[in-house]
């Protein structure tokens, strides 16, 4: 079955530490996304690539680091400089270049930074 | 840049009773507007999108949408709920041949027995 995969479920790490996480997609999308996620405050973009070797900030890139060197592959590196890293982190995908498009997303990843 | 509100944080409604879920976005030409719904702990999942055409949308789950340019809404609805229905539901705007989505802060809702 096509999808997004995201690991580990649960990540827990120390203050002052970077920290990695897996974003992995077989639906052939161009366009993968990464989205933070707190309580009352909906989604808010973090990074996206529309292309392999390519990737923009969005609107919270500040203490986080992103690479897409495999169309399949969209690393989030949390690192020391992020703030306030404890969140739920979304990972997502989609078509480009169609009028008609949707992002799908994987079960997501809870950071504990402590 | 478009924007989205979801006026109502949390709604409870018992279990059979109908649903609505109220959304108002923010955006200068005709938008793409989807809602997804999220369980505790969990990615999001498509319910329904508008990109044209018939402004009433039907989703999976028995959900339905209407997109109302006049007032810059795009309701969700159902009809009779039921307690798996309990859940995060985020409304987005997207603009046409372009990715970038703006979510809203959602709405949880609670279903009573």
């Known amino acids: 079955d096509g999808g997004i995969t995201q690991s580990p479920k649960y990540l827990f790490r120390k203050e002052g530490q970077n920290v990695t996480l897996s974003c992995e997609q077989n639906?052939?999308?161009?366009?993968m996304y990464w989205y933070r996620q707190d309580p009352g405050q909906g989604l808010r973009l973090i990074y996206y690539?529309?292309?392999?070797?390519?990737?923009q900030k969005g609107d919270i890139a500040e203490g986080y680091s992103v690479s897409r060197e495999k169309k399949e592959s969209f690393p989030l590196t949390v690192t020391s400089a992020q703030k306030n890293p404890t969140a739920f982190y979304l990972c997502?995908?989609?078509?480009?270049?169609?009028?008609?498009?949707?992002?799908?997303f994987g079960p997501g990843t809870r950071l504990t930074v402590t | 840049a478009q924007s989205v509100t979801q006026p109502d944080i949390h709604i409870t409604v018992s279990e059979g009773a109908s649903l609505e879920l109220r959304c108002n976005y923010s955006?200068?030409?005709?938008?793409?507007l989807f809602w997804y719904v999220q369980s505790p702990g969990q990615g999001l999942q498509l319910l329904l999108k508008?990109?044209?055409?018939?402004?009433l949308v039907q989703g999976i789950k028995g959900f339905e949408a209407e997109f109302k340019r006049s007032q810059s809404s795009f309701n969700l609805r159902k009809p009779s709920v039921h307690w798996s229905d309990a859940a995060e539901y985020f409304c987005?705007?997207?603009?046409?041949?372009?990715?970038?989505?703006?979510f809203g802060a959602g709405t949880r809702l609670t279903v009573k027995p």
């Open positions: 997502a995908s989609s078509i480009v270049g169609s009028a008609d498009y949707e992002q799908y």
């Open positions: 639906l052939n999308h161009d366009a």
């Open positions: 690539s529309q292309i392999v070797n390519d990737f």
């Open positions: 955006y200068g030409a005709t938008p793409y």
């Open positions: 508008y990109f044209s055409g018939d402004t």
């Open positions: 987005a705007v997207g603009r046409v041949f372009n990715n970038d989505m703006r």
